[in-house]
């Protein structure tokens, strides 16, 4: 009986443990993430290899899958997709194109710069892909709204 009971203080000692040390895990990669958000050189792509590490920055209980670089087609790919849990709807999901943190998406006369103007329209891209594709949209997205009711669940 003493040995089993000494396995479980074992036990609680080792999650006690693991969250302290994951605790220092996260606190260090939001430093680590700061510290790239404060720097206005960075190309996106460092944003992109920061947040395709730490997949949990956008995860979370309602959106528990992250994917990193998925490909749409030859010429599409979404910097990352986010699948939300809708219950019985199945998945919705959101397309992510990240850019830098630093450019202005406004010129001074009010117009959207080149990289909001590109941004824009990958994801009309996107959208034009998903209707056109549908098959293969289905396949890589599933959803029950999708599935049934042909109705992409997107955003």
């Not at 824009?120 to 056109?132: G, S």
């Amino acid at each position: 009986m003493d040995e089993e009971n000494t396995k479980t203080k074992e036990n609680i000692i080792c999650w006690n443990a693991l969250h302290s040390f994951c605790g220092e895990i996260l606190i260090g990669a939001q430093k680590y993430w700061q510290q790239l958000l404060e720097n206005e050189q960075l190309h996106e792509g460092k944003y992109q290899d920061f947040l395709s590490d730490h997949a949990s920055f956008l995860a979370n209980e309602r959106n528990p899958i992250v994917i990193s670089k998925l490909k749409l087609s030859s010429d599409f790919e979404p910097d990352f997709v986010v699948a939300s849990d809708k219950a019985s709807f199945g998945f919705e999901y959101n397309l992510i194109e990240i850019q830098k943190l630093h450019d202005k998406p406004y010129n001074q006369d009010g117009t959207p710069n080149k990289a909001l103007t590109t941004a824009i329209q990958q994801v009309q891209n996107w959208r034009q892909w998903v209707e056109f594709n549908p098959c293969q949209a289905k396949d890589l997205f599933c959803s029950s709204r999708f599935m049934i009711h042909n109705d992409p669940c997107f955003s």
